[in-house]
């Protein structure tokens, strides 16, 4: 899960994107509103955490132009303020969430998974399909209850399919989805991880839509 983080603080900054990387996040930050915004404008996130005080763009500005330009993806607003008339602005601009400084990065994790969970129609922490369950809470994995050891990068792959479960996924979009924008960046690295899981999961629990990318696969799928 790929995440814009928009925060002027540069320690809170700091804080935030080292505790939600070590949660398993792929982050990029801007300092400001006006590279915030660009980077929601022509890149694809996930989700974004963006503070409302910021300079040159305010954050209910950079969300306003957001969705009147269409991206929809969820967006956590953070605030220094109770009051609230700024919360219902932020809400009516199109925020997705808010919180209120200062918080514990433990319930911004949590609550960015929440709006994850959401956006993919599903309010169960634990994603399932097929014999393969996901808590997105802890990382644990089981096929047919057996736990599976996936490294970090298995569980960001297998964590996007298994969000959206009927959906092809290109090798594009997991690279974007997967990866910040400064980590090394190979599309055959997906490739890698994907037969890995194959391995560890069946080799029917994600297919190859040739020329398209990959999905999660069916009852009834057969290896490749």
């Known amino acids: 899960m790929r995440i814009l983080l928009i925060e002027d603080d540069a320690d ?4 935030l994107h080292k505790g939600l990387t070590k949660a398993g996040f792929a982050v990029d930050s801007a300092a400001d ?7 929601g404008e022509t ?7 963006l503070d409302i005080g910021l300079p040159s763009l305010t954050g209910i500005e950079v969300l306003k132009r957001w969705r009147a330009a269409g991206r929809n993806f969820p967006v956590l607003l953070l605030t220094a ?8 602005s932020g809400l009516n601009a199109g925020a997705d969430d808010y919180l209120e400084k ?7 994790v949590a609550r960015l998974r929440a709006l994850a969970r959401r956006s993919a129609g599903a309010a169960n922490p634990v994603l399932h399909h097929r014999d393969i369950d996901l808590d997105t809470i802890t990382g644990r994995v089981t096929c047919a209850g057996r736990p599976i050891d996936l490294t970090a990068q298995e569980l960001k792959i297998l964590s996007y399919l298994m969000h959206r479960p009927t959906r092809i996924v290109s090798q594009g979009e997991l690279v974007d989805h997967v990866y910040s924008f400064d980590a090394p960046r190979q599309s055959n690295t997906v490739e890698v991880y994907v037969a890995r899981l194959r391995r560890k999961l069946g080799h029917g629990s994600i297919r190859t839509v040739r020329g398209l990318g990959y999905r999660l696969g069916d009852e009834g799928d057969a290896a490749e």
Request: proline share 3%; charged share 25%.
């Open 43 to 49: 890149q694809d996130f996930d989700a974004a955490v």
């Open 33 to 39: 509103g006006e590279a915030g915004w660009q980077m």
């Open 102 to 108: 200062p918080f514990h990065i433990e319930e911004v």
């Open 12 to 15: 809170l900054s700091s804080r």
């Open 81 to 88: 303020r109770s009051g609230w008339a700024e919360r219902v």
